[in-house]
Antibody
């Protein structure tokens, strides 16, 4: 069974840091582009970042550039999102998902991040 | 950035109804448009990709059409499990963007 399981969410103060993880099983992780997508009630679904199979190509939405870092460990079948200098507007449910050129085929269940003092 | 708009934003329907949702892009996206269904408390689920290709395992009552900048998702006969929010997404240009969603409710 294909499974993506996010972890690492929680409450963090503005300016703080958090590292999200996504553990993958049931498919060949190293063959897939991966993405992080977040969802808030106010802004809906927002693509955050993507990384290619070997980590050589990385893309970010403008609002997180310089603050968030996407990475992967193919040996551990894991995807990560390091979030620094966090802001209230980063509060969201964060999903990891596989990325094909035609769509995001498999999604995790999401992990909730709250940025608040 | 490519902006996506959806209409309607809310749709009230009954089981058995034919439902159509429209997604418009601010520029051409080479038909690299996907549709997702999201039930409350769950992750989005890919339904349609490349504007009209049904994802494996998705019931045939779902269909997609369109080209250029205007696309539609049609549910031919609404079932109880189809009451959810539907999003379009373009993957032609980064940043990848999503529409604001259409909630289908009773």
């Amino acid at each position: 069974e294909v499974q993506l399981v996010e972890s690492g969410g929680g409450l963090v103060q503005p300016g703080g840091s958090l590292r999200l993880s996504c553990a993958v099983s049931g498919f060949i992780f190293r063959s897939n582009w991966m993405s992080w997508v977040r969802q808030t009630p106010g802004k809906g679904l927002e693509w955050v970042a993507s990384i290619n199979q070997d980590g050589a190509k990385i893309l970010y939405v403008e609002s997180v550039k310089g603050r968030f870092t996407i990475s992967r460990d193919n040996a551990q079948n894991s995807l990560y999102l390091q979030m620094d200098s966090m802001r209230a507007e980063d509060t969201a449910i964060y999903y990891c998902a596989t990325l094909k050129n035609y769509g995001m085929e498999v999604w995790g269940q999401g992990t909730t991040v709250t940025v608040s003092s | 950035d490519v902006q996506l708009t959806q209409s309607p934003s809310f749709l009230s329907a009954s089981v058995g109804d034919r439902v159509t949702i429209t997604c418009r892009a601010s520029q051409g996206i080479n038909n690299l448009l996907a549709w997702y269904q999201q039930r409350p408390g769950k992750a989005p689920k890919l339904l349609i990709y490349a504007a009209s290709t049904l994802q494996s395992g998705v019931p045939s009552r779902f269909s997609g059409s369109g080209s250029g900048t205007e696309f539609t998702l049609t549910i031919s006969s609404l079932q109880s499990e189809d009451f959810a929010t539907y999003y379009c997404q373009q993957l032609n240009t980064y940043p990848v963007t999503f529409g604001p969603g259409t909630k289908v409710d009773i």
